[in-house]
């Protein structure tokens, strides 16, 4: 779950910290210290790092592409990089920086 401050921690751990965990209740940031209000739902209605979920999407597509053929893209091909294409929310009009200039 997300704190105000934008570390991460697990709900696990937040509700170990939180005693009852009721809306309104303080949650100091163990790393920084900084207080994030608990919303309707107490820690588990704390925002998810949505980012670290896409994080792991990365990385579990490139394990497949690591472990099968990779797809090259058009400018690439002859250069022999690949791009990784299963990997979703990903924008296929964008080529590696390198080749798009």
């Known amino acids: 779950r997300l704190l105000k ?9 937040l509700q170990r910290l939180v005693r ?4 309104g ?5 163990p790393q920084c210290r900084q207080d994030t209000l608990l919303p309707v ?3 588990s209605g704390l925002q998810g790092a949505f980012y670290i979920h ?11 592409v690591s472990s099968s053929e990779q797809t090259m893209c058009n400018k ?5 990089r ?3 294409r299963d990997v979703r ?7 590696h920086r390198s080749c798009s200039s």
């Open 76 to 80: 690439c091909t002859k250069r022999g």
């Open 25 to 29: 209740q303080s949650l100091p940031c």
């Open 54 to 64: 896409y994080l792991f999407d990365i990385q579990d597509a490139l394990k497949k």
């Open 89 to 95: 929310r990903v924008d296929m009009s964008r080529l």
């Open 5 to 13: 401050c934008f570390h991460v921690y697990c709900e696990q751990c």
């Open 20 to 23: 009852g965990g009721q809306e």
């Open 82 to 84: 690949p791009l990784l």
């Open 41 to 43: 739902g107490g820690v």
